[in-house]
């Protein structure tokens, strides 16, 4: 749930909401899976599958990655063209990616007012704006039962559970858009392989393996997705050495202790002397 404030009842009210990151997520799984087929790349180690799959994380390294490196960061992004649109963290740098996702929102009273300040749009007129956002909400029950079969004392009971979640009904209309910020085509292109390969999967959250989280993925607009497709084709061979890059980076030359270096340039000074 997010509060929001609602213009209408003058007053801070709460909706259910999609969040950004978790459609973020979705898309670069997809992606990632996607784009390692393309180029026909197997991938077994760890540390470039969190990268690609999870965004990476901050980390301190004795490797090249260690270091700000205008040249190595251009080359990844160049190269691996998901994670130009999407980003990562790679050593203790982040490489910031060219894509914005928006949350998405439900069509509801509460949010009707926005229709007012923003552009216009196919949907305005649907009578879901009428509706407060808690009717879209619902409970699921379910229970969890005790399958060990264990030997119990004569007036001992199986344990079960009972399990509670809330969820968002079927039906529920989402507002929800992205933002591409200076994309090339191909970047751009990788955004349009993504909704297609989303549309056809439609799911999200955690639950869709237990018949949650279906979608009908809609949007006004899709990139084209040729230009990546064609990069992937013509470069495979760029992609898979910036993704070794990634696997297994350059070691950095080790650093000198402070007396030797010190030493070291007293005695080159003597030299020049």
Known sequence: ???????????????????????????RR???????????????????????????QLESSDDNTSKFDVALRRKLL????????????????ILEGCLNVDHAYPVCEERSWMREVRPARTWDSD?????????????????????LHEEREEDEQAVQMLVTCECIIPGTLFEHGFVLREASPV????????LELWLEEPTIGGKASGGFGKLL??????PDPEPYLTWCHEHA????????????PPKAAPKKAKGKAKAEATEEEAIIA
């Open 78 to 93: 160049e190269n691996i063209p998901p994670l130009g649109l999407l980003g990562t963290s790679i050593g203790n740098q």
């Open 237 to 248: 061979d760029l992609a898979t050495d910036a993704l070794t890059l990634i696997a297994n």
């Open 127 to 147: 009578p879901r704006w009428e509706e407060a956002a808690a009717t879209f909400l619902d409970e699921h029950f379910q229970t969890r039962r005790d399958d």
């Open 30 to 56: 997809l992606m990632m899976k996607d784009f390692l087929k393309l180029v026909g790349y197997e991938n077994a180690n760890p540390k470039l599958h969190h990268a690609l799959f999870s965004g990476g």
């Open 217 to 222: 993925v809609e949007y006004d607009h899709l």
């Open 187 to 194: 970047e751009a292109g990788v955004l349009g392989r993504g």
């Open 1 to 27: 749930m997010m509060k929001l404030w609602d213009r209408h009842a003058g007053e801070t009210v709460e909706v259910p909401f999609v969040n950004a990151n978790a459609i973020r997520g979705r898309l």
